[in-house]
């Protein structure tokens, strides 16, 4: 079925890989790029993509692979401004026709409007500690031999949706969810975290794909997280109406979780929640007792599998339908992925998802311009 993501892809001429890492160092490896070339229906060389190892130049191997094939979207944004005008075409709207126009050249032009050319895509990645988390059955994610923690697995599923909507010219931006009260001070693997690491927003703007890219590659996965405490600020801070793609593990009350998002669909952004879950988190599949530590407050929590494994399995369960329900309530995109997942299976799944509900209207009107 034809693929579409609201407001993310349209048709465009295509553009050729630049083989430019996030950092503008240029890429040594162009045998990377023709060594994908046929890799469009798997995606991608486990092999090729540990030699690259950096999202920018990932994202731009990886999209395409997968962008041919992909049709017009039916959703063509929100907005209302003039944009420009172009030559009138047999099948155009003639309500779009500037007749004005018209009386002075004696030709047929019809308005676009900003709403047709480009949206606003904001781009909100989890990046507090607990999605740091991998474990040794990462499986084959179509990325790398090794396991990918959920940070790195959404980071290269952001990178690959940034890239597609650049591609469309669309406005592109970026929010880390992080608690603001909680201490930084390095990430798991003790580098420090400083400024560079620390781009909490950048606002949609079409000339900001380099800044995404950078700010993807540089975030780390440290600290608390107050998940919904961030996507409120996140929703006040946003003053134009667009697509906010959330990313995370969702580990915070469901309710507390929907009311955050509520207020982002409020203001009338079109949301989408993308749950990434490792796959001994899914299935809790320990053999035998373990000690585990919370990656955000250091506690630890003794485990006898064959006595919490299935209770475990059953919360886990009613936490995911909890969600799915009252997210899928209020019209918000809701798709739990593993991280065992090749990366080429999670989009052709959300997309196809997506593009077969039905729309509503956004729920309401965001402030200011």
């Known amino acids: 079925m034809p693929l579409s993501l609201s407001g993310l892809f349209r048709r465009r001429p295509p553009r050729q890989p630049a083989g430019v890492a996030a950092d503008g160092v240029a890429a040594t490896m162009p045998g990377a790029e023709r060594a994908m070339a046929p890799a469009a229906k798997r995606f991608v060389d486990p092999a090729v993509l540990a030699r690259i190892g950096n999202i920018d130049l990932v994202s731009r191997l990886l999209v395409d692979g997968f962008i041919s094939g992909l049709h017009n979207a039916v959703f063509k944004g929100v907005s209302v401004d003039f944009a420009e005008h172009r030559p009138y075409t047999p099948g155009d709207d003639i309500r779009c026709?500037?007749?004005?126009?018209?009386?002075?050249?004696?030709?047929?032009?019809?308005?676009?409007?900003e709403a047709e050319t480009n949206a606003d895509l904001m781009l909100a990645l989890d990046v507090s500690a607990s999605m740091a988390f991998v474990s040794d059955r990462g499986g084959?994610?179509?990325?790398?031999?090794?396991?990918?923690?959920?940070?790195?697995?959404?980071?290269?599923?952001?990178?690959?949706?940034?890239?597609?909507?650049?591609?469309?010219?669309?406005?592109?931006?970026?929010?880390?969810?992080?608690?603001?009260?909680?201490?930084?001070?390095?990430?798991?693997?003790?580098?420090?975290?400083?400024?560079?690491?620390?781009?909490?927003?950048?606002?949609?703007?079409?000339?900001?794909?380099?800044?995404?890219?950078?700010?993807?590659a540089n975030a780390r996965a440290a600290g608390g997280g107050d998940l919904p405490a961030a996507l409120t600020r996140l929703a006040r801070r946003l003053t134009r109406r667009g697509i906010v793609v959330v990313l995370s593990d969702f580990y915070a009350?469901?309710?507390?979780?929907?009311?955050?998002?509520?207020?982002?669909?409020?203001?009338?952004?079109?949301?989408?929640?993308?749950?990434?879950?490792?796959?001994?988190?899914?299935?809790?599949?320990?053999?035998?007792?373990?000690?585990?530590?919370?990656m955000e407050s250091d506690a630890l929590t003794p485990l006898d599998p064959s006595v919490a494994t299935q209770q475990y399995r059953t919360r886990l369960s009613a936490h995911l339908d909890t969600l799915r329900q009252a997210l899928g309530a209020m019209d918000i995109t809701y798709a739990c992925f593993g991280t065992d997942q090749p990366l080429d299976h999670l989009l052709h799944r959300f997309l196809s998802e997506r593009d077969g509900r039905p729309r509503r209207a956004g729920g309401g009107r965001a402030h200011g311009r």
């Open 97 to 113: 026709v500037d007749w004005r126009l018209y009386a002075r050249s004696d030709r047929l032009y019809v308005k676009t409007f």
């Open 253 to 294: 009350e469901p309710e507390r979780i929907a009311a955050a998002l509520a207020e982002l669909r409020l203001r009338g952004q079109d949301v989408i929640a993308l749950h990434i879950l490792d796959p001994r988190e899914r299935d809790l599949d320990f053999e035998t007792p373990v000690l585990l530590r919370d």
């Open 140 to 216: 084959d994610t179509g990325l790398s031999r090794a396991a990918l923690s959920k940070f790195d697995y959404g980071r290269y599923a952001l990178g690959c949706l940034a890239e597609l909507s650049a591609r469309q010219r669309d406005r592109i931006g970026f929010a880390a969810l992080r608690d603001p009260d909680a201490p930084v001070t390095s990430d798991p693997a003790g580098d420090p975290v400083g400024e560079l690491a620390r781009v909490d927003f950048i606002a949609p703007s079409a000339r900001r794909r380099e800044f995404v890219m950078r700010a993807l």
